[in-house]
């Protein structure tokens, strides 16, 4: 399975732009980019996913790298409910299984 | 119900006791999973069902663990013999087109 390297931890400012970045060097043609996340106390909330162009949503916008290398979900005005373990994870839609593999995220702390 | 419920929310039991944990998808999707979260740790993927049939039981840490789906709804996760190690939040999701809906969860503590 292809894997992602995301920062243990970030901090951010309230009301401010967030960039939480993912590198997926060995990503193949058929592997889709997902992001989840995990709120204090409960299971993981799915928040948006893509393949090659970037996709957004009510919750956030995902910006994949033109080589698809890398990939960076934005939260554009970052609130104290978003403080949450960001996972970026890629799905092999041509694999003989849809499991998703959690890796160990990202620590996103927003400050008041 | 509107999402993916789990029972019970919290189980405490002896070392050495079976325990069965059940998971209600949404109505509908085809795909469920189970995961395990140990505290402070990752989500480590157990199974995975397509319908009422196992593709991938990859992560099932051992035979004392065993999982069934019926009816294509409905998943039951049975721990024989349970291990102080066995302790965790089992979390269950539901999904279509790689979309995952995740339940609260069942906190196990075995004694």
């Known amino acids: 399975d292809a894997k992602t390297t995301q920062p243990n931890s970030m901090e951010s400012n309230e009301e401010e732009p967030v960039h939480l970045p993912c590198n997926h060097s060995t990503i193949s043609g058929t592997d889709y980019i997902h992001w989840y996340r995990q709120l204090p106390s409960q299971g993981p909330e799915y928040v948006i996913h893509g393949l090659t162009s970037n996709v957004n949503n009510r919750m956030a916008s995902l910006a994949i790298a033109e080589d698809r290398k890398s990939s960076t979900l934005i939260l554009h005005r970052a609130t104290l409910r978003d403080a949450a373990v960001y996972y970026c994870?890629?799905?092999?839609?041509?694999?003989?299984?849809?499991?998703?593999?959690f890796g160990t995220g990202t620590l996103l702390a927003v400050q008041p | 119900g509107a999402g993916v419920s789990q029972s019970p929310s919290n189980k405490v039991t002896e070392k050495g006791k079976d325990v069965e944990l059940r998971c209600d998808p949404i109505?509908?999707?085809?795909?469920l999973y189970w995961y395990r979260q140990s505290l402070g740790q990752g989500l480590e993927f157990l199974i995975y069902?397509?319908?009422?049939?196992?593709?991938?039981k990859s992560g099932l840490p051992s035979d004392r663990f065993s999982a069934e789906r019926t009816g294509g709804s409905v998943s039951t996760l049975t721990i024989q013999r349970t291990q102080q190690e066995d302790s965790a939040v089992y979390l269950c999701?539901?999904?279509?087109?790689?979309?995952?809906?995740f339940g609260s969860g069942t906190q196990l503590s075995v004694l």
């Open positions: 994870i890629l799905r092999d839609v041509g694999g003989a299984t849809n499991k998703l593999i």
């Open positions: 069902f397509q319908g009422n049939s196992a593709p991938d």
């Open positions: 109505s509908g999707h085809t795909a």
């Open positions: 999701a539901s999904g279509v087109f790689g979309k995952l809906f």
